[in-house]
């Protein structure tokens, strides 16, 4: 099960065709990563800005959820948060 900012559940063939389709926003860019490691897990937090089909800059943060299985790792669980960005002018 699969939930984003749009509040829609997802099951896994919908949430994996919905990651094959054309990304709708472009100038994806993540900073203030942040890796924690607890033996096989990891948490990986970050801040992100990008911008909308329709040239609305947006920005969120993240959390992913990574386990290591038979040697690899494989993502768990994630959250994500998104806003409008507002640029204050000096």
């Known amino acids: 099960m699969s939930s984003l900012p749009d509040f829609l ?25 942040r890796v924690r490691l607890l033996g096989d897990f990891a948490i990986i937090h970050s801040h992100m800005t990008f911008r909308t089909k329709d040239g609305v800059l947006r920005q969120g943060r993240y959390t992913d959820d990574w386990q290591r299985r038979d040697g690899k790792m494989a993502l768990r669980g994630g959250k994500r948060y998104c806003r409008r960005l507002i640029r204050r002018s000096d």
Do not use: H, I, S, W
Request: cysteine-free; hydrophobic content about 40%; charged content about 35%.
């Open 9 to 33: 559940l997802r099951n896994k063939k919908q949430f994996l065709e919905m990651m094959t389709a054309p990304r709708p926003f472009t100038e994806l860019k993540m900073d203030d990563v």
